[in-house]
Structures are given as C-alpha cells and as structure tokens.
C-alpha cells in the first residue's frame, strides 16, 4: 500500500529544511509528500518549492489558516492508501514507510502513532518525554475507559506521527475542521470505532520550542491542564487560549 505523507505548515523556515532533507533518506521512498501552508509570511513557501526536484513533493496552499483544515486538504488531495500527518519540525526514522505499512498491513488496526522524543539544540527533555508517551494509555483509560479496553483507544498527538488507511480517514470525517486544538484527539476517537490504535515502538524527534519558550514548569502545567480539561469536556475552543502559538 503507499504511503502518503502530509505536512501542514505555518512559518516553519527555520525547522522545514531539516525536515524535507532528512525525508529524501526515507527507504522506500512515500509515494507523496503533500505539504499544506496556512498562509506563511516567511520564507516556508518557497523552502518547500525549492525540495520539488528532489522529492515527489506538492505545495499546496489552504483556503484559510488552521491546521485541521490544512491537514483535511491534504487528505483530499493525496493519492495514496495510507496517510502519515507529518509536522514540520518533526524528524522520523528512514524506515517511516515500512513502518505504517507493517503496522497497517493488520485489519484490526486503524491507526497508530510513534513514541515522540521532545528534542532541542542542547538538550533532550526525558521527563516530558516520557510523560508524553505514557500519557497515551493513561489519558484515555482516566477518561474513555470503555474505549480503552473494548476498542483499543490510544490518544495520540501531532508530534507523534498519525497515519492511518485513507479510506478510514474519509470515513469517519477527517479532522474537525471547527477544532483549533485537540484535533488529533478527536480523530483518535473516531479511529477507534473503525479499529484499534497503536503507539509502535520506535521514536520520532519534535522540537522543543514550546518549552524552550514556556519554561519547564509553564509547559507541563499547560499540558497537564489542556488534558485533564479536554478530558472532562471543555471546548477546544477554551482550551485554545492557553495554547499559543510558538514560532
């Protein structure tokens, strides 16, 4: 089955490079790189462009900013069986491909994700981390235990490498276009009706920057917060205001 690759940005120049060089190792190669922009006033655009003679890479640019609606495009406009929603400051292990498609070559799976290590220029942030990779089995057992156990719910996040069956993906409505958080929680929750989700054993690098902006304490407790709330029902939208963008 290929694989297609998805990559929303938004004033990604100083991480984007990094993340389309390393995709030129990947073995096999995606059938596709779709790369969405939300309106990028840096030099994003034309970073992207500038990899379309090295990779099987579309640039494409979204009606309106939001990564729902960028990501959900990118759907749309993606050939492959498999999508993998990619971030922009994220880097994956060359063997990506085999990796979704192992992992969804089972049709009791829906979807899955890959252990996400918050990495920095100086730094790994172990603790955040493992709390990241822990919190996908504790999240949903505190909070959808029901899914948990009789679905095989596992909430997993952006930094994470979603990929799941395309057909899936159309089927249960893509992402919430409306949602300008927690979008990836709300897809693993309508996966889980579709099949089960995985968290395989292989780690992918996502920036820092967010705690490098926040500062360790401010981070986890708007992580912290942002979950237990989502978890007892506040709307995205609330949430949202305690998650600023970090550029």
Known sequence: MAVSIIIPTWNEATCLGRTLSLLQSLSPPPQEIVLVDGGSTDRTVAIAQSYRDRLPLTVLQAPAPGRSIQMNLGAAAAQGDLLCFLHADTLVPDDLVLLVQSTLDNPTVAGGGFISLMTGPRTIRWAISLHNAVKTYYAPLLFRPHLFFFRGLRLLFGDQVMF????????????????????????????????????????????????????????????????????????????????????
């Open 164 to 247: 799941c069956r395309r057909a899936d993906f159309l089927a249960c409505g893509g992402f919430d276009p409306a949602l300008p958080i927690m979008e990836e929680a709300d897809l693993c929750l309508k996966l889980c009706r579709r099949g089960s989700l995985r968290q395989i054993n292989r780690v992918v690098q996502s920036s820092d920057r967010r705690v490098a902006a926040w500062g360790v304490l401010k981070a986890n407790a708007i992580y912290l917060m942002i979950g237990l709330l989502w978890g007892l029902g506040v709307p995205a939208t609330t949430l949202k205001r305690f998650y600023e963008d970090v550029r």
